[in-house]
């Protein structure tokens, strides 16, 4: 139906960058939106970054003027810059989709991703 693949993590020290990669795959009419969340052991996951279809973006605070979102097509990034420890989490892409599918009217429906690692050394 709908596929959701993040690509992108891994080990890094603090102060450095890493770029992960999401891919929205399937019966898709269009992109309502997508977003990248984190969780970390022993928490709740938390939103991170969120982009509509028009491009307007959002940020949680602890992550404005570091993290970037932006979406080419089907495809949403997130560039994280001046990586710090607390930001050690696994990354979940989510998609908010509107499906298409045969015989039936269009329907909003969201997909998450598998996750990524990311964890930030000191």
């Known amino acids: 139906q709908v596929q959701v693949v993040e690509i992108g993590g891994g080990l890094v020290q603090a102060g450095g960058s890493l770029r992960l990669s999401c891919a929205a795959s399937g019966n898709i009419l269009s992109l309502e939106s997508m977003d990248w969340y984190r969780q970390a052991p022993g928490n709740v996951r938390e939103l991170v970054a969120t982009?509509?279809?028009?491009?307007r973006t959002k940020y949680a605070e602890g992550v404005k003027g570091r993290f970037t979102i932006s979406k080419d097509r089907n495809t949403v990034y997130l560039q994280m810059t001046s990586l710090k420890p607390e930001d050690t989490a696994v990354y979940y892409c989510?998609?908010?989709?509107?499906?298409?599918?045969?015989?039936?009217?269009?329907?909003?429906?969201?997909?998450w991703g598998q996750g990524t690692q990311v964890t930030v050394s000191s």
């Open positions: 989510h998609a908010d989709v509107l499906v298409f599918e045969s015989g039936r009217a269009p329907y909003e429906d969201d997909f």
């Open positions: 982009i509509q279809s028009g491009g």
